[in-house]
């Protein structure tokens, strides 16, 4: 390869870096906006389960994991900037 190949490889991969980082930001910021909207969800089922006492077991457990995969989403969401940002 000469000095012009070596450069624009150079730049290539430089490229390519900063496109995945981007994409990191991106992914992180949708899972944690996705976080936040089972967290509604789980909102949602606990309020039905005050109002229907007849589901109200099986609605508080789709709020537990609704806030399980909140949270499960949330540490992606800090894994993917902590390594975007490596």
């Not at 870096?17 to 906006?33: F, N, S, T, V």
């Not at 089922?45 to 077991?57: G, N």
Request: glycine share 4%; charged share 40%.
């Amino acid at each position: 390869m000469d000095d012009a190949e070596l450069e624009r490889a150079a730049q290539a991969r430089h490229a390519a870096r900063e496109q995945a980082e981007h994409l990191g930001h991106r992914i992180a910021d949708l899972a944690a906006r996705i976080a936040d909207t089972e967290e509604g969800v789980a909102d949602v089922y606990e309020d039905a389960a005050r109002v229907r006492p007849h589901a109200a077991e099986r609605l508080q457990a789709r709020a537990r994991e609704a806030r399980a995969f909140a949270e499960k989403e949330r540490r992606a969401a800090g894994e993917r900037v902590e390594g975007a940002d490596d």
